[in-house]
């Protein structure tokens, strides 16, 4: 067995050893876990059968006629060993990143107790209008700063050495957000200005990984083709590129949740303890990231940067406003324009690839709404739980039902729905799922709104518990709200990422990334606006209000953007292969 093979193993079992002790004593959790653990561990071992597939004589694959894609099933092609790091990052970074931000609300909006372990813990006192700005604030920053960090990568670092340097910068706001949560620092009133310190270091940093991290675990796969196999019982199947990016994020998002999963146990410190154990963990944690990332160097694909790549963009968008897309082709140049197709610098692929991307990013456009729902599960349901009873559990524990259903749900997804839907020949692209996605959110959300509505129906404070305690209901109620949009993110989320990646030109993976990110930046913006009604009675009409939003949204999406499907394989065929991009740009692998 390979060192890889056993070290995914071992975070296998390490994995299923934590959800032991969250399950039960026995960590008994059921079927659906057991279906979980028997999927993670599937494709943990399946690097151990993979082959140099790259090093293959591609001449004697047989590409799929229009007939057998009608009639054959498409399944995913193996996934890379190199992809397995990169998720190892990514499961280091999002517990570090899920780890601060889950005790955010309760350290900004409630006052430091006399002692712990405390019933309701805090250090600031600000309430909540104050802890939902702030967090949606955090959320907006982290989304914006992938764009810097995105054209750093694509022109002049690679992503490599800007996910390095900027997991650096990141340690060094954790560190400041550490010290500051200790009680002399509490007591000292250094709090507050060390935690806004902390929040802009922190989503700098975490903005130059998340925009570059999500293109170099999809970039370790390189097959642009599908093709024909034949597998057991002498059926033949498409092995395409789609199935295959939608397995690798499917399992990055996995990771993802993993690691929010994991970080329960900050919530739990910070009830326990104090806020500034709750955040010594993950900076803790953040250190392996670090140390897989220089130690898989050697071993993952690297696309190198093209310092011309965004001059070029703007030329083409620059020319096109005089001769069309179409026309900004080096081959109808030479025939309309030799003079101006002598200083041109791209070629007919580039100018192809522009034209997808101009049609994703107006997918993009519809995701801000999206994200006004998911991030009411980090801020205002958080704040919502706080006035049910939960008995000894803390209330913003509850918002780990999201990632615990999907690390349950994705490997079921990936491995019976996704799989059954091919089988029988039915098509579920990008545009159909992300309309689905939209749907759930919208069901989490009219969800919310009937729950409040309950919450302000019932004893002893009705219409105004967060100044006053906790009303006779059952926090349990809640955890529908978090199942359904970890649905809608297995359908939205995961397909947006996957869609941003395929459809974006060879050298602007991150750039076009970190657009679909930016979408979340502005779901924030969204939130913004809705503060002033982040407060009781106020807050049944505002989740009424996003659902409705979110409801119109969704039909609309799929009219105007469901023929994208038709020409999803099509598009996706745009490429270069990787031994052409390394020639055409003389590339040199980053050092750092």
């Not at 500034?276 to 990332?293: D, E, H, N, Q, S």
Request: hydrophobic residues 45%; proline residues 6%; contains cysteine.
């Amino acid at each position: 067995m390979s060192v890889l093979a056993k070290e995914s193993t071992t975070i296998i079992f390490y994995t299923r050893y934590r959800f032991g002790s969250i399950c039960g004593k026995n960590g008994k959790c059921g079927i659906p876990a057991l279906l979980f653990f028997r999927w993670a561990k599937d494709i943990a071992m399946s690097v151990e059968k993979e082959k140099d597939v790259y090093v293959e004589d591609e001449i004697d694959r047989i590409e799929p006629t229009p007939e057998d894609w009608k009639t054959l099933r498409e399944v995913p092609d193996t996934i890379p060993r190199p992809a397995f790091l990169v998720i190892l990052i990514e499961f280091c970074e999002r517990f570090t990143y899920y780890g601060l931000t889950g005790p955010f609300q309760n350290y900004i909006q409630n006052a430091n107790p006399p002692s712990y372990p405390a019933e309701l813990p805090g250090a600031m006192g600000k309430g909540q209008q104050t802890a939902t700005a702030l967090t949606t604030f955090f959320q907006f920053w982290c989304y914006v700063t992938p764009i810097i960090s995105a054209i750093i990568a694509d022109q002049y670092w690679g992503k490599y050495k800007t996910i390095l340097i900027f997991s650096g910068v990141y340690m060094v706001g954790l560190i400041i957000l550490t010290a500051t949560a200790a009680p002399a620092a509490i007591t000292a009133g250094a709090t507050f200005p060390g935690f806004i310190v902390a929040i802009i270091i922190i989503g700098f940093a975490t903005g130059g990984i998340k925009a570059n991290v999500s293109p170099l675990v999809a970039e370790q796969y390189q097959n642009t083709k599908p093709y024909i196999k034949t597998i057991k019982n002498n059926e033949r199947v498409i092995v395409s590129p789609q199935a295959t990016y939608q397995q690798i994020f499917n399992l990055f998002y996995w990771g993802i949740n993993c690691g929010s999963l994991v970080s329960v146990v900050t919530v739990v410190l910070e009830k326990q303890v104090g806020f500034w154990a709750a955040y010594l963990v993950p900076t803790l944690v953040f250190i392996p990231g670090i140390m897989i990332v220089v130690a898989g160097r050697k071993h993952y694909v690297l696309n190198p940067p093209r310092g011309s790549i965004f001059i070029e963009t703007f030329k083409v968008i620059r020319m096109s406003f005089k001769y069309g897309l179409e026309g900004c082709k080096p081959s109808q140049l030479r025939e309309q324009n030799p003079e101006v197709a002598s200083r041109v610098t791209w070629d007919d692929v580039f100018v192809d690839e522009l034209r997808r991307t101009f049609k994703a990013c107006v997918v993009f456009c519809w995701f801000p709404i999206y994200w006004l729902c998911y991030s009411q599960m980090t801020n205002n349901l958080v704040s919502m739980v706080a006035t049910m009873h939960t008995g000894s559990v803390p209330n913003d524990i509850m918002q780990n039902i999201n990632p615990l259903a999907l690390v349950i749900i994705i490997p079921l997804m990936d491995r019976f729905f996704y799989p059954t839907l091919r089988r029988y020949n039915i098509q579920f692209r990008p545009m159909a799922r992300i309309t689905c996605g939209f749907v759930f959110a919208a069901l989490g959300m009219a969800y919310s709104a009937g729950i409040q509505a309950y919450i302000y129906s019932q004893p002893p404070y009705y219409d105004n518990p967060s100044e006053n305690g906790k009303n006779d209901v059952s926090g349990a109620l809640i955890i529908p709200a978090y199942v359904l949009i970890a649905i809608s993110e297995v359908f939205a989320s995961i397909t947006g990422l996957e869609y941003a990646y395929k459809k974006a030109p060879e050298k602007m993976k991150s750039l076009i990334m970190a657009a679909f990110l930016f979408t979340s930046c502005l779901g924030s913006v969204l939130g913004f606006t809705l503060v002033s009604v982040a407060v009781d009675p106020k807050l049944l009409w505002m989740y009424a209000g996003i659902a409705i939003a979110m409801g119109i949204c969704a039909p609309l999406f799929y009219f105007i953007h469901g023929g994208n499907d038709k020409n999803d394989i099509e598009e996706d065929a745009i490429a270069r292969d990787h031994i052409q991009v390394v020639d055409e740009y003389e590339v040199v692998k980053p050092s750092v």
